[in-house]
């Protein structure tokens, strides 16, 4: 799943990459000699990086505390640079276990699981929402798979009241 909309070309993908202390300290002290030279638009873009890298981290955090055992893989960013040389989140994505289990009694949770973690953020993407979608309709297949499991269980029980869907009789005219 990913969220973001990109402010300039100047893109770098890193992999949850721990940085250095020495490559942090060094950065540190170029941006605070910088700050003072830094424009007005440039702060202006600055604050917007930080924003955005702000409600891009809360986002996929959202995906995996929702997520629980379907979660695949912690949250892979999508970098920017800023005018101060730092790196900030401008996209993001989480892998999400959407396949179904060997029994629709356990892809039906799994898929209510899935729904739940593509929805969790407060702003979804429209890839989080086909991602729900597709979960939905998976859990609806194994529910119908399901009936028909229960329906053949029934009908070899000889119940074939049941098994066939007829009633002796029914209750619809009397709330029509």
Not at 1 to 7: A, N, V
Not at 115 to 130: G, H, I, N, V
Not at 147 to 163: H, R, T
Request: hydrophobic letters at 35%; proline letters at 3%.
């Amino acid at each position: 799943m990913k969220i973001g909309g990109y402010l300039d070309s100047s893109l770098i993908r890193v992999y949850n990459q721990p940085q250095t202390t020495s490559t942090s300290n060094s950065k540190e002290a170029d941006s605070t000699q910088n700050s003072d030279a830094l424009t007005s638009a440039e702060k202006s873009q600055i604050a917007k990086l930080q924003a955005t890298d702000t409600a891009v981290r809360r986002h996929e955090a959202a995906h995996i505390a929702a997520g629980g055992s379907v979660i695949k893989s912690g949250a892979n960013f999508t970098y920017q640079k800023g005018p101060d040389n730092k790196l900030y989140a401008v996209g993001g994505e989480v892998a999400i276990d959407a396949s179904a289990e060997d029994t629709p009694q356990r892809t039906i949770p799994k898929m209510q699981t899935v729904r739940r973690a593509a929805l969790a953020p407060s702003d979804p993407s429209s890839t989080d929402y086909q991602v729900a979608a597709t979960a939905s309709m998976m859990e609806m297949q194994a529910r119908l798979e399901l009936s028909f499991l229960l329906k053949e269980e029934l009908s070899k029980k000889g119940l074939s009241q049941y098994a066939n869907n007829e009633t002796t009789s029914s209750n619809f005219s009397t709330y029509a």
